[in-house]
């Protein structure tokens, strides 16, 4: 009876109204999220559809992943949950839903996670619109994930690849509404150009050394809105200006307001740094290209970024929550800029220290270039 009810509610309401309180974009960030379940998309189109237990169950921490690649039928599967069962248990985990055994899940070549089975995944999609208990279950052990907001996920993710009114739709195969699917798109490919490396050791000369600290807040706007104070910590540099309200506390607190360093790429380019901001968890630096020949007008790269080594910028924060996750950006030298190479988060953290997965917003293919002298 609770089966008919719930396809009773189900067909009063259109399929974009369950998902109304939802927020987010799935090609940015933690992606579009639902109560327990989330869905992150990258610039290829495939997308990664997520689920946890609820937060009463933070002792208990379990999520499962699928992965849905373009105009392929069903996703594949993938759980992990804490803590690990023993070795001697490994071969008995299995899916219930509702109560039901759906069969063992299969130890995965990555340790502490198991795959679900084409026939497993094809059963709990079939119940995303259903009230379901789904319980991974090894010998007297039990967790559970939540089904809060799976049908909203995974009709975001037909969406976003033009599956809704198609047989290969996840949940929204009757709609009226039929799109049609979409391709995956290609990786960007960067080629990496030289750059020196940590064995080179390369300084800067001390004339020009000179020569860029003495012009660098002229050639790099330091009363811009966004260098004074913003609420969007990732794109404001407040401790670049010494006279911001941000700079002044800092340099109380820290005994002097951070320089510039800069950090020489190659014979013609250098990187001029410079700290940006600080909170509890996190800081940040500003990075600007600056072009040897032409340095007037130094080219902003981010002004989130917390390292440099050999040709890339690499940009990782603490988002908040049990567990703390993580987000993180890369920028690697193509020889006239740095190109985005990666942008990717752990998604909600709910109890797995460090996150649960890599959600990608966007991915890139990267040819390494050969290795020449410098001259």
């Not at 807040?217 to 809105?225: K, M, Q, Y």
């Not at 407040?238 to 190659?266: C, M, Q, R, V």
Request: glycine share 8%; net charge negative.
């Amino acid at each position: 009876m609770k089966t008919v009810m719930a396809l009773m509610t189900i067909g009063l309401f259109s399929l974009p109204a369950v998902a109304s309180d939802a927020y987010g974009d799935p090609f940015e960030g933690w992606g579009f999220v639902k109560d327990d379940w989330q869905v992150v998309c990258d610039n290829t189109l495939t997308c990664r559809a997520v689920g946890y237990a609820d937060d009463d169950q933070w002792d208990k921490p379990i999520s499962i992943l699928l992965t849905a690649i373009p105009k392929e039928a069903l996703p594949t599967g993938m759980v992990q949950f804490l803590p690990e069962v023993s070795e001697k248990s490994q071969n008995n985990v299995a899916l219930w839903l509702n109560g039901k055994n759906y069969g063992r899940l299969q130890p995965s070549s990555d340790g502490g996670l198991y795959d679900l089975t084409a026939k497993q995944t094809n059963s709990l999609i079939n119940s995303a619109r259903l009230n379901t208990k789904i319980e991974i279950k090894a010998g007297d052990d039990s967790w559970t994930v939540s089904d809060k907001g799976m049908g909203a996920v995974l009709l975001k993710l037909d969406e976003v690849q033009g599956r809704v009114g198609t047989p290969i739709a996840l949940v929204s195969k009757n709609s009226t509404h039929k799109q049609t699917p979409k391709s995956a798109k290609p990786k960007p490919v960067i080629k990496k150009a030289f750059s020196y490396s940590e064995k080179d050791n390369k300084t800067l000369s001390a004339s020009k050394q000179a020569y860029f600290e003495a012009n660098i807040n002229t050639w790099v706007n330091i009363n811009d809105e966004q260098f004074v104070g913003s609420e969007d910590t990732t794109g404001s540099c407040e401790l670049i200006n010494p006279k911001s309200e941000t700079s002044i506390n800092f340099a109380k607190y820290a005994g002097n307001s951070a320089g510039w360093d800069f950090i020489p790429i190659d014979a013609t380019h250098t990187l001029a740094v410079h700290s940006c901001w600080m909170g509890a968890y996190n800081a940040a630096s500003g990075y600007w290209l600056i072009d040897n020949a032409k340095p007037r007008n130094p080219q902003i790269i981010t002004t989130a970024g917390n390292d440099y080594f050999e040709g890339e910028i690499s940009a990782n924060h603490k988002d908040r929550g049990i567990g703390d996750c993580w987000n993180s950006k890369t920028w690697v030298w193509n020889g006239t800029t740095f190109a985005k190479m990666a942008d990717s988060s752990t998604g909600m953290c709910k109890g797995f220290a460090g996150g649960a997965w890599d959600l990608p917003t966007y991915v890139s293919e990267v040819i390494e270039g050969n290795r020449k002298s410098d001259k």
